[in-house]
């Protein structure tokens, strides 16, 4: 915690201004405003930082392609105990403090749920004084700035250069030289020792980035470390002298394009040897600075194991450990098995999908081409894990080729994981169990003691009393003080108050409040005003079609086709918010956000549904959107197709701000479920096994189709079209005709059963607020606290 009042922040912020725009605080913009409060908060961070780490013994790395981590002014002043001070010394500086949070721009460092639940761990971490360093690319243009053009969504460049600017520290001392292509050369010596030389290569620099994470009265500072790619050529002269301008630059362009942005599109192979690089780049800079400190400290690299755990996420980082072996062996001297049995000891993996595109497979001539040494040493982990799975499966053809490194000519990366890490986990004990017992059934049955299950959870100071703070204010009168923002399970004191009907009447009021200031957000953001009235029905998260949006877009039709056909009905106002970025390569995810957008421009302009329905699609979603659209949201659409949704933390951020859930089994849904039951949580569709009995008998939705009124009627009228007067027609054909692989139509009749059910709850206020307090109050146990001390416990030791 800091120890600053407001006069002393109000004269820095007055003398930072001065002194890098040249400006007093009446001629300052909001943006110059947020850029010296930033660069305050983070000088605070950094005097921290210098202390936190002298006793550092254990370290742990954090690796995640993305982290989400939205903005960081408030976050951080609040952590540091400021926040107070700060916007009182704003407003006598004539600055409104919203205004000037909301000048700072989200970081673009990520896309959906691993960024966001990344970033969540490195808050808790930092605030339980766990020694931890994140690390990612610094990508210039973040994945891409969503803009809906004509029903259709556009992906533009996300520039977010003031916070970047603002918050990140170059380290050029830190930079190191990582290498693509080139040539292996193998040189034996008297002693039968092997010394390996990569020969014309091509070199980039990776120069680290520092973001600073505060804790939440905490002493601890950890850091952040994202590789900006740069060439160490940064113009051929002769080229340009020549007048070849263009050309004198390729170089630069070629390195730089590296770190320009997230999950680049991979159809095409240009794209797939990006994607290679841009996660070589990431584990081999980070790899080299971890273990050239590890041998400034402690000398010797054999320790490396006691001293650093690697967490990696999902199998984008899978490549440090190859990385790791390269570095042992060829710098360090280390024979193949001193090395492996390093690498095993301190490197981790966890699972956060079982989508087949997240177990990632590259065409191993790329890897051969790119990698060459890397090339090399994967060629001898599959060789040798080859010979063990042989050994342990004789006969047992289908398990060994599962389960093989190298097969079909590609890579694949979840495969080195399970060879090598010493501890594999999921995210749900739904999704640990169908890794268990599923995805990775053959190497459980070898290694069982390898496995372990521990539930997301997300940083509450951030989800509940940061960004709700009437909420946070009522739970704090009614507990009697703030210690739950420590000890998140004190939340479940809430609960003997679900029958006090002037606690559920000021929650009702911090709800309509919450969504009043949602309302205008809308209003200025898409220009739609919506009914306060109405009941914020919501989804939120990634487009993907498991998460099926698209089952409800069908909910929403059918229940414009129900007031058409009785508009005397008694209906309770209902408005449906989505948010979703579809992929830039992934077709049919875009056009779910086109029917989405067509579905509202037909509702939205129908006049029956006028005081009824309404639907927006919110643009550009993202953190700081998502903070002020939870608070206000009172239905959570978490739809995901049973199996598929490793744990899901939308789900609990909106449980914790009170949204009643209507939901599949499936993910962290499931534990929602036994700690809710059916009073409090509305369940439905098929469970995951009752999913794989059906597609074994053979599932046929057409006979769905052609036997289901209600169903038929939703779908051809998608396929006809709304009033922009395009079809849909190829979703409809996908569902009928082409196996509807994510069960929409055999789980449709059972998700409107279940809505019905849901309103008819929501028509009472009272009792709708009951049920909200007893998720909030049960709502504890999925804090990142709990998650990271599990971590820290079972898998990192520390």
Known sequence: MTSIGKNELKAAIEDKLEAYYGKSADEATPSETFSVCAMLIREMAARTLTKSKKDDDRQVHYLSMEFLMGRSLEKNAFNLGILDELSNALREMGFEPSDIFEAEPDAGLGNGGLGRLAACYMDSMATLGIPATGYSLCYELGMFRQKLVNFRQIELADNWTISADSWLVPRYEDSVEVRFGGTVEENWDCTGKCRT??????????????????????????????????????????????????KSMEQRTLAEVITKVLYPADEHTEGKILRIKQQ????????????????????????????????????????????????FMDEDGLG???????????????????????????????????????????????SRYRRYLESRFPGNNEAILRNLIIEGGKVHMANICLAVCRKINGVSSMHTD????????????????????????????????????????????????????????????????????????????????????????IRNENGIILDTDAVFDVQVKRLHEYKRQLLCAMLITELQQRIHDNPNLPFLPRC??????????YKTAKRIISLLCAIADDVNADPLCKGKLQVVFLEKYRVSVAEKLMPAAQVSEQISTAGKEASGTGNMKLMMNGAITIGTPDGANVEMYVRLGNENMFLFGLTADEITQMKKSGYDPSIIYGTNDRIRRVLNRISHGFRNGESF??????????????????????????HDRLYDLMSDKEKRSAVSLRNIARSGCFAADRAVSEYAENIWNI
């Open 197 to 246: 030389t990569l020969r014309n290569y091509t070199s980039v620099l990776a120069v680290p980035r520092d973001m600073l994470i505060t804790g939440f009265k905490s002493d601890r500072v950890n850091t952040l470390r994202l590789w900006e790619a740069k060439s160490p050529n940064f113009l051929d002269m002769s080229l340009f002298s020549g007048g070849e301008y263009v």
């Open 280 to 327: 070589y780049f990431f584990v081999s800079a980070t790899a080299q600075s971890v273990v050239k400190k590890h041998r400034e400290k402690y000398g010797d690299v054999r320790s490396f194991a006691k001293h650093h755990v690697f967490q990696i996420n999902d199998t984008h980082p899978t490549m440090i450990i190859p990385e790791l072996m390269r570095i």
């Open 336 to 382: 193949w098995d001193e090395a492996i049995g390093i690498v095993s000891e301190c490197v981790a993996y966890t699972n956060h999908t079982v989508m087949a595109e997240a177990l990632e497979c590259w065409p191993q001539e790329l890897i051969a081409a790119q990698l060459p040494r890397i090339w090399r040493i994967i060629l001898e982990l599959d």
């Open 434 to 521: 169908i890794l268990r017992y599923g995805l990775f059934r053959d190497i459980y049955s070898l290694k069982p003691e390898k496995f372990c299950s521990i539930t997301n959870g997300i940083d509450h100071r951030r989800w509940l009393s940061q960004i709700n703070p009437e909420l946070h204010k009522l739970i704090t009168n009614l507990l009697g003080s703030d210690d739950y923002l420590i000890k998140p399970e004190l939340l479940s004191d809430l609960e003997k108050y679900d029958k006090d009907s002037s606690v559920l009447n000021e929650l009702e009021s911090i709800k309509l409040n919450n969504k009043k200031k949602l309302i205008q957000y």
């Open 576 to 585: 449906f918010i989505f948010g979703a970025k579809a992929a830039s390569g």
């Open 729 to 754: 027609s190829d979703l409809v054909s996908k569902l009928v005709y082409g196996g509807d692989e994510f069960m929409l139509l055999a789980d449709f009749d059972s998700y409107i059963n279940a």
